[in-house]
């Protein structure tokens, strides 16, 4: 069974970057057609995509975000990851990682999710 | 951007009421929509994907109807394990996008 943990700091200081690492377990996160993502939800708010990752290696950012954001993978660790650089109150959400295209490379439904993580902006 | 919205944004509902969400699109975005349950504290649920197809191990009592801009998510029966919220995304263009949420709470 696929499962995805995030893990990085809950506490991150305005201007400063926000690092977080998703942990792929039961399957390779290089297996063809999969789109490994990030999405987000503030407090008293709704879900936002950030990005996406292709397997081959092509990004899909939210342009809303896209100046600040960056996701990349660690294949040799089955792990992909997001910065977030200039952040701000308004980034304190909880941040997903998922997994989509499950079922075909054109279907960009998240299949599975990991937990979640709490990341606060505070000086 | 494709902006999704959802009415109601609470629906108030007993056990073995017949339950519609609605999800409207800005522009048509075919048939790509997918449809999450949410319960506090832990991740979205895939129910449907493609607007009509069951995610597998969903119960049959969730459906989903629509096509280009009008999409809905019908619970025939409601169960206690069902308040929840309720998101619709669509993935027909970049950026992704979801609607704002319906919660199903008990009336």
């Known amino acids: 069974q696929l499962q995805l943990q995030e893990s990085g700091p809950g506490l991150v200081k305005p201007s400063g970057t926000l690092s977080l690492v998703c942990t792929v377990s039961?399957?390779?996160?290089?297996?063809?057609?999969?789109?490994w993502g990030w999405i987000r939800r503030p407090p008293g708010k709704g879900l936002e995509w950030i990005g996406n990752?292709?397997?081959?290696?092509?990004?899909y950012y939210n342009p809303s975000l896209k100046s600040r954001v960056t996701i990349f993978v660690d294949t040799s660790k089955n792990q992909f990851s997001l910065n977030l650089t200039s952040v701000t109150a308004a980034d304190t959400a909880l941040y997903y990682c998922?997994?989509?295209?499950?079922?075909?490379?054109?279907?960009?439904?998240?299949?599975?999710w990991g937990q979640g993580t709490l990341v606060t902006v505070s000086s | 951007d494709i902006q999704m919205t959802q009415s109601p944004s609470t629906l108030s509902a007993s056990v073995g009421d017949r339950v519609t969400i609605t999800c409207r699109a800005s522009?048509?975005?075919?048939?790509?929509l997918a449809w999450y349950q949410q319960k506090p504290g832990k991740a979205p649920k895939l129910l449907i994907y493609k607007a009509s197809s069951l995610e597998s191990g969903v119960p049959s009592r969730f459906s989903g109807s629509g096509s280009g801009t009008e999409f809905t998510l019908t619970i025939s029966s409601l169960q206690p394990d069902d308040f929840a919220t309720y998101y619709c995304?669509?993935?027909?263009?970049?950026?992704?996008?979801f609607g704002p949420g319906t919660k199903v709470d008990t009336k």
């Open positions: 522009q048509s975005v075919n048939n790509w």
């Open positions: 995304q669509q993935y027909d263009d970049y950026p992704l996008t």
């Open positions: 998922a997994r989509a295209g499950g079922h075909g490379s054109s279907s960009e439904e998240f299949d599975f």
């Open positions: 039961g399957d390779s996160i290089s297996s063809n057609n999969y789109y």
């Open positions: 990752l292709y397997y081959g290696g092509s990004t």
